[in-house]
């Protein structure tokens, strides 16, 4: 008997030993959703539906259903939105001091990034790949755009400058720079288009699908004026959220950075129910 149950702790003992690191590591939490979302682990065919307050991990694929819209808080302060109908796997997350990396690849859909900015400091990298386009960002915002058949992308630029190559130039040679309120196009073997300035209008349509409507889970019932001034990001306590941004190159002036004008600080993503009650007097 003793030998059976020595046996049977050997087992568990070696697969806890030999368990994925995303188990014991998540990527991130689902701070809120609109609809449906899924995640599917690496190797495995089922899909486990995604629900506010889970972990995402690294290697998984996540999916929203059609009319949906997920947020993901990623480890690294960095806020991910995903569109209907998309497709998001993450590949890789390093968080440390010096010399994070994130990897992320966009199969599908339309993918919302603020990436704080960690990843302005030497040594550190994130890239959001799709079949066609490869964008790296140094502590900004953008949008991908993947059409359905995967052959061409669309870059939004939404704060700051996203670096934009074609997928199979891994040197860069003909990558462009994205400004705020700008855009790019990559087909399928071939480099990005020279970026165009997006009037107001057209800018707001293009990224409407990875804005999360007030009142979803997880989301504030008062977010302010949606668009481009509601993008997800990190906050510094400057500014208010819901404040309307500033006109995009095509008014004139650069767009609001995320830590001015956001729909969800950091800290209301982190602690949905608000801060903890100061405790009582003695």
Not at 35 to 40: E, L
Request: glycine content about 12%; hydrophobic content about 35%; aromatic content about 4%.
């Amino acid at each position: 008997m003793q030998h059976t149950h020595r046996t049977l702790w050997t087992l568990v003992l070696a697969l806890l030993l030999v368990a994925p690191a995303y188990a014991q590591s998540p990527a991130g939490t689902v701070a809120s959703l609109q609809g449906r979302a899924d995640a599917q682990r690496t190797g495995q065919p089922a899909w486990r539906v995604l629900t506010t307050g889970n972990d995402v991990f690294v290697g998984e694929r996540l999916r929203t259903a059609e009319a949906s819209r997920l947020k993901i808080l990623m480890r690294d302060d960095s806020v991910i939105t995903l569109g209907p109908k998309s497709e998001l796997v993450v590949d890789e997350q390093v968080v440390r001091d010096e010399g994070s990396r994130s990897r992320l690849d966009t199969v599908v859909g339309a993918v919302r990034a603020v990436v704080t900015d960690r990843y302005g400091k030497a040594g550190a990298s994130f890239e959001m790949k799709t079949p066609t386009a490869v964008a790296g960002v140094r502590g900004t915002g953008f949008v991908v755009l993947v059409d359905n058949d995967a052959k061409r992308t669309r870059v939004i630029g939404l704060y700051d400058t996203t670096w934009v190559r074609g997928a199979a130039d891994s040197r860069g040679r003909h990558e462009v720079r994205v400004g705020p309120g700008q855009m790019t196009e990559v087909v399928a073997g071939g480099s990005p288009t020279k970026p165009r300035d997006l009037a107001r209008s057209e800018l707001d349509a293009l990224i409407a699908s990875t804005s999360i409507m007030p009142g979803a889970a997880g989301e504030p019932t008062d977010t302010g004026t949606p668009g481009a001034s509601g993008s997800d990001g990190p906050n510094t306590g400057t500014g208010n959220a819901g404040d309307p941004a500033t006109p995009g190159p095509a008014g004139g002036s650069s767009m609001q950075r995320p830590d001015a004008v956001i729909d969800q600080p950091i800290n209301q993503l982190r602690n949905p129910k608000g801060p903890p009650a100061p405790p009582p007097p003695r």
